[in-house]
């Protein structure tokens, strides 16, 4: 799978959006991209993943350059709860009844400010 | 109604003692994860299991036994534990659709070794 480059914090005022970046320069053509986010103390959670159209769904926004080599992850109205470590993470569709490990790297750290 | 979840949620054992983690789904995934979370919040597959039949095994030793007695259970037992196997433990189910994999993860066992 290909090697995901996040930064390692960043700060988003409350009721802004918050935007992460993810660079994924050595992505294949048959990977996609997900985002998962990890809350203090909590499970990792799901948030969205695309192939090469942006996606959209009821937690977040995901942006895909057109090259794919880059994507951004869009949270359109960052609350105190959306503190948490995002990851990005880049893996290749796979066929039911098999399993594929998620390649958790450092993520991001976001931290919404009041 | 929790989708994933894991018992006990914290355990605090003495070294060389031998314990259970239990995990059960109620997603009717057919494939089932353990993950370990160190204290440098890295998170590592363990294994991973298909239909109660394991299909991702990394290196782990092999004190680290999983059992799948049916596919909404996987439990993991650890023998003779040592103060390195000290970390969060997450569980976590999947569906494929489309060949495309979202991973559901459990709320987390942490253990502490003394």
């Known amino acids: 799978d290909a090697k995901t480059t996040q930064p390692p914090s960043m700060d988003c005022a409350e009721g802004r959006a918050a935007n992460l970046p993810c660079n994924h320069s050595t992505i294949s053509g048959n990977e996609y991209v997900y985002w998962y986010r990890q809350i203090h103390s909590q499970g990792p959670q799901y948030i969205i993943h695309?192939?090469?159209n942006n996606e959209t769904n009821e937690m977040a926004s995901l942006i895909i350059t057109e090259d794919r080599k880059s994507s951004t992850l869009i949270l359109p109205h960052a609350t105190l709860r959306d503190t948490a470590v995002y990851y990005c993470?880049?893996?290749?569709?796979?066929?039911?009844?098999?399993?594929?490990?998620?390649?958790f790297g450092s993520g991001t750290q976001l931290t919404v400010l009041p | 109604d929790t989708a994933v979840s894991q018992t006990p949620k914290y355990l605090v054992t003495q070294m060389g003692n031998d314990k259970s983690i239990k995990c059960e789904q109620n997603l009717g995934h057919d494939t089932m994860y353990w993950y370990k979370q160190d204290s440098k919040k890295f998170l590592k597959i363990m294994f991973s299991?298909?239909?109660?039949?394991?299909?991702i095994n990394e290196t782990v030793p092999n004190r680290f036994s999983p059992k799948s007695p049916d596919k909404a259970h996987l439990n993991l037992h650890i023998n003779s534990l040592e103060l390195g196997d000290s970390a969060v433990y997450f569980c976590a189910s999947s569906q494929v659709f489309r060949n495309q994999e979202t991973q559901y993860f459990g709320p987390g066992t942490r253990l502490l070794v003394l």
């Open positions: 993470i880049v893996m290749i569709g796979i066929s039911s009844g098999s399993a594929r490990q998620l390649t």
């Open positions: 299991y298909n239909n109660k039949e394991l299909i």
């Open positions: 695309g192939l090469k």
